[in-house]
């Protein structure tokens, strides 16, 4: 299931620990019922996801952290330059 960030709460900056709260990604589910059972579906496969099944996805997953480890590969660096320099330059077309 794809979520976007809802609320976001700066728990401790020094150790970048955050408490955030998901949500199904409106662009992706959109909330409908199927028969009773009230849940999300998707917009292009249709599948279905009730709210209960959501409900202890959420219970499951509460309190877990989310880690991330950095990205290292050769000319990582130079990507990032490029990069910055490429979302500048679009950024600066927009705005004109």
């Known amino acids: 299931m794809d979520f976007v960030i ?3 709460e700066v728990v401790d900056k020094t ?18 019922k199927v028969g009773d059972v009230s849940g999300y579906l998707h917009r292009l496969d249709e599948n279905f996801i009730p709210d209960s099944v959501v409900a202890k996805m959420a219970k499951n997953l509460k309190g877990l952290p989310i880690t991330t480890n950095p990205v290292n590969y050769p000319g990582k660096r130079e990507y990032l330059k490029r990069s910055k320099r490429r979302l500048s330059a679009s950024a600066t077309k927009a705005s004109q």
Not at 15 to 32: A, E, F, S, Y
Request: hydrophobic fraction near 40%; charge should be positive.
């Open 15 to 32: 150790k970048n620990l955050v408490r955030m709260q998901l949500v199904p990604d409106p662009r992706v589910w959109r909330r409908t």
């Open 6 to 8: 809802d609320k976001l």
